[in-house]
């Protein structure tokens, strides 16, 4: 445990130390780079029914309902939502809309990140798209949790190898 030590030029700025500690981060953004996510967001990929596609993401997390697997599934939801039109657009929204209004059911405990308890044959397709991903229309650059997410998947490749 260590100790911070912070000059403290007038009570002004002691007030403002003491606010900054006590509000939440609003950072906390749920890390999607989790592996058992990673294999179901990247099979779903391979269904080509939107129907069955939808039910099978959300047949995840139904049977592991964490908050972060809440986050993680209703932002792709949302997300996969916008590249249809019409009917199936629709039935994307509401299932959103289904999503928000039973949040509160998903408050189990994540899964483990464990590499080593994954077969080799989805690390390696998880690996294989998330190398070709691209984010240039979402950040400047690639995130930091994109990168040490890949750089785990390499090493544990490596391992197998």
Known sequence: ?????????NFLDFINLCEAETKPREDTRTNKFNIHWQIVRADAKDIKDPDKKLSFVLSFLNKHKSKENFDRVRNWVKMTGVSYKGEVRQKFEDAVT????NKDEY?????P?????IDTKSLQ?????????????????????????????????KKRN
């Open 1 to 9: 445990m260590g100790i911070n030590i912070i000059m403290v030029n």
């Open 98 to 101: 289904r999503l928000d209004a």
């Open 107 to 111: 408050q189990g405990e994540d899964l």
């Open 113 to 117: 990140n464990d590499l080593s308890k």
């Open 125 to 157: 397709k998880v690996y294989s798209d998330l190398k070709k991903r691209k984010y240039g229309f979402q950040f400047k650059s690639v995130p930091k949790a994109h990168t040490e997410f890949m750089s785990d998947l390499e090493a544990e490749l």
